[in-house]
């Protein structure tokens, strides 16, 4: 297993991290004992890295991923975990909170349900937008003093915001949306993160399943799938976005690999800063994504891919237009 560096002050980790959201519901059903499994298949191979939203299932997630890493050594594995994200019994998302207060009651409840005493990497999911960024970095140093945390993070935020977030304390990663088919950090987040020495964990890098080469036109999201509501997934984006997925396999045939790891290749091939987060909730899909470490593309490859699937190949924002409204990371 390849490792990666997050940041000039972060840890260093497996070069593919594992995020477990579709371990609980935002995917279709999951099974538990599946993902659980799934999560030991991936640290027997290496991988450290597993990713996790204290809103993932309303706590769910975090409790398996509690169950998942019982009783192994604490340095077996690395969390992080997002938090902030705001539901409502039925799980619809009703806002947002990043204030000092409850940064430190979220995280109390985080531990609590991973049955460990400390979060590696520990960041508010979104920025907070009646609470200064200062602020809520500022309540995490506290913790990162207690000893409750290791390191600090960012999630889907802009440039202003990173830099000043970096003011008050040193940041290892900015966790957001990356792949062929969203490539907006590229224009000037990114440039901000190596500037600040700053590193990327990169979630979606198969566009939720869209580039995988597993999804269908005649596929269907069920019942609380975020696909059902994903504008790349509607009737008259989905059709165009899947010829996208054809190209890239294609060129996958040609060097005999699967689409998807063609497409997490290439987002590991952008910069050794850069951790692509897979969302495998089987182990096959673990397999077939651990399979993408032994993809070299040569620069051939990487000229053909850029010629398949141009930056604004995609149809359809990432997220429904509430979701888009909230990213700041949008704002560059």
Partial sequence: MEHRKLGDTGPTTSVIGLGCMGMSGAYGPADRDEAI?????????????????????????????????????????????????LRDPAGAFIGFDASPRSTKNFLHYTLQRLRVDHIDIYRPARLDPDVPIEETIGAIVEMVQAGYVRHIGLSEVGSET????????????LQIEYALVSRGPEDSIFPTLRELGIGVTAYGVLSRGLISGHWQASSSARQGDFRAHSPRFQAGNVEANLQIADRLKAIADAKGITTAQLAIAWVAAQGQDIVPLVGAKTRARLQEALGALDVTLS??????????????????????????????????
Avoid at 52 to 66: A, K, P, S, V
Avoid at 303 to 317: K, L, S
């Fill in 37 to 85: 499994a799934t999560i030991h298949a991936a640290l027997d191979a290496g991988v450290t890295l597993l990713d996790t939203g204290d809103f993932y299932g309303q706590g769910h997630n975090e409790m398996l991923i509690g169950d998942a890493i019982a009783g192994l050594p604490r340095d077996a594995y690395q969390l992080s975990v997002k938090y902030g994200g």
């Fill in 162 to 173: 990173i830099r000043r977030a970096a003011a008050v304390h040193p940041i290892v990663d």
């Fill in 299 to 332: 620069v051939e490859d990487l000229a053909a891919i850029e010629a398949a699937v141009p930056r604004d190949a995609v149809r359809g924002d990432r997220y429904p237009a509430q979701g888009m409204a909230s990213l700041d990371s949008e704002r560059g």
